[in-house]
């Protein structure tokens, strides 16, 4: 399984803001199913960023084209060969 980064472009409307809670829905359940790491939006400059798990690009288009906002996007995927944070890191041991 390979990390892939999605950057997102999108335009607002009121079609768009209509499909956002299916969406969110859709992305909840890729959250919990493990498939998708992190979510972020910015409606500053209507891109999103999606880090996801997947066998190849061909699984994260489809993946992305499940979506109820598919129709408005455009999107870059770039396989990642190093992700780390935080949060990929074990938890610090504090002695009580």
């Not at 607002?12 to 859709?26: D, N």
């Not at 919990?32 to 500053?44: C, P, Q």
Request: hydrophobic residues 40%.
């Amino acid at each position: 399984m390979q990390k892939y980064l999605v950057t997102i472009q999108f335009e607002m409307s009121e079609a768009f803001m209509e499909q956002v809670p299916p969406h969110r829905t859709y992305i909840n359940f890729l959250i919990n199913k493990g498939t998708i790491d992190h979510y972020a939006v910015s409606m500053e400059t209507h891109r999103s960023w999606i880090t996801l798990n997947a066998e190849s690009k061909k699984e994260v288009e489809k993946i992305l084209k499940k979506s109820p906002l598919c129709k408005f996007w455009t999107w870059e995927i770039d396989e990642l060969f190093v992700l780390d944070g935080q949060h990929y890191r074990l938890p610090e041991v504090n002695p009580n």
